[in-house]
């Protein structure tokens, strides 16, 4: 059950957690305890469930990396009123999938390595990627409500946000999407968010990374 709703910080998803409420004007920030090890052009996948309450201005579900250089990070992001993925360097790669304010959707961006394409999926179903890149990614904490830059801060909610060092397929994402199952195989991070009070999140996956919440709302 959710915690009491005079911490401000909790509500019902459909998966069936609690959430990290995002309050843009004083940025409420969750980052992973330490760095993910993900680096270089090595594969990954990251996925999280979110919601916007408005369509102003350029807002960041969660991102990985640093704005050192082309590739050294990415970002699934808010671009106009549709999500994109956001390669640090090089620009955004718009969605087609047009954002309903206040709806509970899973985002899953993933990278097989080398010089395979980022592709971003909304709710089970691939909805754009970035052509062939080889990423220089950074090895960096996982953020979560901003990006690497400490800007474009999310006004809403994020709840189990997951990182992989593999890229999951297709069939696994459509799979965890409708039946919440999520692959354990290069699982390693996972911050369910569910805490409900307080300014440190738990990792439910094997390596325990506790994080932190700056301006828990």
Known sequence: ?????ATNRVKRVPIGFNSLMCKG???TVATSGTNTGISGSSAFSIAG???INNLSGTQTIFSLGSAAGAGTGVAVRTFGNTWNLFIQGIGPVPGVTIIPPNQWSEFVMTYAGGSAPLIIYVNGVGINGSGSITMN??????FMGRDYASTNALTGG?????????ALTGNQISSMYSTREVPTTGLVRRYRLNEGIGSTITDS??????????NPY
């Open 1 to 5: 059950m959710p915690r009491a709703a």
């Open 25 to 27: 004007s004083a940025p």
């Open 49 to 51: 469930w979110a919601y």
């Open 137 to 142: 990614t950074t090895n960096s904490l996982l």
């Open 158 to 166: 994020i709840s189990d946000v997951r990182i992989w060092n593999v």
């Open 205 to 214: 996956s094997t390596n325990n990374d506790t994080g932190s919440i700056t």
